[in-house]
């Protein structure tokens, strides 16, 4: 059995790092914001701690409820548009990152953390703009804009 010294530090890392990406989607206007986060952050990061050593099927459990979570916010609304897919992906790697940390891989878990960060934020910076895909939508052709095209 896992200290329950060492659980609280990985509870605590997992709800901090959880907290910094949805402090970020909550600034971009997403549906889910810092709590929500927080929360993925802290579960995935506590049931990973005290879990994983006797029963590693456990974080297959964790990976499918933020399925359903993730289903939730893309599915959301009466609209027949698909919205929220970038949070649903969001939710998913901070469940990730709740892993990584109640595993006992806190540095790869403030790595990932940082990655999804960087993404996230690569159209906002403007050193950055130019590596994003945004940037050039406008000079290729998009798909079905050629009617019967046999590739599609």
Do not use: W
């Amino acid at each position: 059995m896992i200290a329950e010294g060492t659980v609280i530090t990985r509870l605590l890392i997992g709800t901090g790092l959880g907290y910094s990406v949805g402090f970020e989607r909550a600034l971009r206007g997403s549906v889910a914001g810092d709590r929500a986060f927080s929360l993925v952050g802290a579960a995935s990061a506590g049931i990973t701690a005290v879990a994983f050593k006797q029963s590693p099927q456990t974080v297959a459990g964790v990976v499918t409820g933020i399925g359903f979570i993730g289903a939730g916010v893309v599915v959301h609304g009466q609209s027949t548009l698909i919205r929220g897919i970038t949070t649903a992906a969001t939710v998913f790697a901070t469940a990730a990152i709740g892993i990584l940390v109640g595993a006992g891989a806190p540095v790869a878990g403030v790595i990932l953390t940082a990655l999804c960060l960087l993404v996230l934020e690569i159209r906002h910076l403007p050193f950055l703009k130019v590596i994003d895909s945004q940037h050039y939508v406008g000079r290729f052709k998009q798909e079905g804009d050629e009617p019967n095209d046999p590739e599609d």
